[in-house]
Nanobody
């Protein structure tokens, strides 16, 4: 089965930027779509951004205009560029890939200080 590994999380001040990476053990072309989710402690895991094999993107209203999801097929990696970060963006961010099944990474922590 496919493994997804997130990286790039860390501590950043409000208004700053971070870029998260999701590296797949195989070609990300095998996925019909990929997405980023996030989960704050004690809260539900929610969809942040998604991208289809055809390149169609979708964003949660809370991050629209600030976050960008993208792909690098050569590196088998999906990215989430996060700009103008807010304290409410603080969460563990998870990568998801979908084909016949759903595959999840283990998450990377993002902390935005006020």
């Amino acid at each position: 089965q496919v493994q997804l590994v997130e990286s790039g999380g860390g501590l950043v001040q409000a208004g700053g930027s971070l870029t998260l990476s999701c590296a797949a053990s195989g070609s990300i072309f095998s996925f019909n779509a990929m997405a980023w989710y996030r989960q704050a402690p004690g809260n539900e895991r929610v969809l942040v951004a998604s991208i289809t094999k055809g390149g169609i993107t979708n964003y949660a209203d809370s991050v629209k205009g600030r976050f960008t999801i993208s792909r690098d097929y050569a590196k088998n990696t999906v990215y989430l560029q996060m700009n103008s970060l807010k304290p409410e963006d603080t969460a563990v961010y998870y990568c998801k890939g979908w084909n016949y099944y759903d595959y999840w990474g283990q998450g990377t922590q993002v902390i935005v200080s006020s």
